[in-house]
């Protein structure tokens, strides 16, 4: 373990027992040093990596302190490795996205609000006035998809599938695009599955949710068959 992993390991454990708390400024680096045992140039490494992980933000003549850790930031990087793992085979990336957003449903049947399934309801909606304009506004309609699952993952009472979704659902936006632009029918059918999916929750029933969710992403690997693998559009901005 190098010293710069030091500083880290030891940083997540004075979080983990409590010693630091989110918000909490952290000592000026000549102290935190000492205490650590480290040299200044160490500690410097291990803050700058707990930075990129969104441990810690540092601020520039105000110090350095410990986020929110938010679960979905710390997640974040992991969607660096889901695009290395998804160039060769995005199917491997869609397999595991299937996986936890069926979880997702099941678990959100029995915990979404009425609050979020009208919200969720207002966005199908939405998507069907786009879907009826010529031409219509794809990249749009890929907005209202990735805000309805959102809404979904939102409601499993599990933040960290929650994040994991997350760091999944933007790495699929190119398959999904494609199929949007290039199958024809393929918004129609993505909106009969959302609704058959929203149904499901609003009948408060999990393994029908799941299951709608499974049908749902089935088709849309399926689609993979066909995405080649350059001239695709560049997929949206994930907001």
Request: proline share 4%; hydrophobic share 40%; glycine share 6%.
């Given at each position: 373990?190098?010293?710069?992993?030091?500083?880290?390991?030891?940083?997540?454990?004075?979080?983990?027992?409590g010693v630091f708390r989110p918000g909490d400024r952290l000592p000026i680096?000549?102290?935190?040093?000492?205490?650590?045992?480290?040299?200044?140039?160490?500690?410097?490494?291990?803050?700058?990596?707990?930075?990129?992980?969104?441990?810690?933000?540092?601020?520039?003549?105000?110090?350095?302190?410990?986020?929110?850790?938010?679960?979905?930031?710390?997640?974040?990087?992991?969607?660096?490795?889901?695009?290395?793992?998804?160039?060769?085979?995005?199917?491997?990336?869609?397999?595991?996205?299937?996986?936890?957003?069926?979880?997702?449903?099941?678990?959100?049947?029995?915990?979404?609000?009425?609050?979020?399934?009208?919200?969720?309801?207002?966005?199908?909606?939405?998507?069907?006035?786009?879907?009826?304009?010529?031409?219509?506004?794809?990249?749009?309609?890929?907005?209202?998809?990735?805000?309805?699952?959102?809404?979904?993952?939102?409601?499993?009472?599990?933040?960290?599938?929650?994040?994991?979704?997350?760091?999944?659902?933007?790495?699929?936006?190119?398959?999904?695009?494609?199929?949007?632009?290039?199958?024809?029918?393929?918004?129609?059918?993505?909106?009969?599955?959302?609704?058959?999916?929203?149904?499901?929750?609003?009948?408060?029933?999990?393994?029908?949710?799941?299951?709608?969710?499974?049908?749902?992403?089935?088709?849309?690997?399926?689609?993979?068959?066909?995405?080649?693998?350059?001239?695709?559009?560049?997929?949206?901005?994930?907001?």
């Amino acid at each position: 373990m190098s010293r710069a992993d030091e500083v880290i390991n030891s940083i997540k454990h004075m979080i983990l027992e409590g010693v630091f708390r989110p918000g909490d400024r952290l000592p000026i680096e000549k102290e935190l040093a000492e205490s650590l045992g480290v040299s200044r140039g160490s500690l410097r490494e291990g803050i700058s990596a707990l930075s990129i992980l969104g441990v810690v933000d540092t601020r520039q003549g105000n110090g350095t302190y410990i986020t929110n850790l938010d679960v979905t930031q710390l997640l974040a990087p992991m969607g660096f490795v889901v695009d290395l793992e998804g160039r060769g085979d995005a199917r491997h990336v869609h397999a595991i996205r299937r996986l936890l957003e069926c979880e997702a449903a099941r678990l959100a049947a029995a915990r979404i609000t009425d609050q979020a399934l009208t919200e969720a309801r207002a966005l199908l909606d939405e998507a069907t006035r786009i879907a009826s304009e010529v031409p219509h506004d794809h990249e749009c309609i890929i907005e209202i998809d990735i805000n309805f699952h959102r809404i979904i993952a939102a409601h499993t009472g599990n933040p960290v599938l929650v994040g994991l979704i997350d760091a999944f659902a933007g790495r699929t936006v190119r398959a999904r695009l494609w199929r949007s632009l290039h199958e024809e029918g393929a918004d129609r059918r993505t909106h009969d599955e959302h609704l058959a999916i929203w149904k499901a929750l609003a009948a408060r029933d999990p393994e029908r949710a799941r299951i709608r969710m499974a049908n749902h992403l089935i088709g849309v690997e399926e689609s993979l068959n066909a995405l080649p693998d350059d001239d695709t559009p560049t997929p949206p901005k994930i907001r």
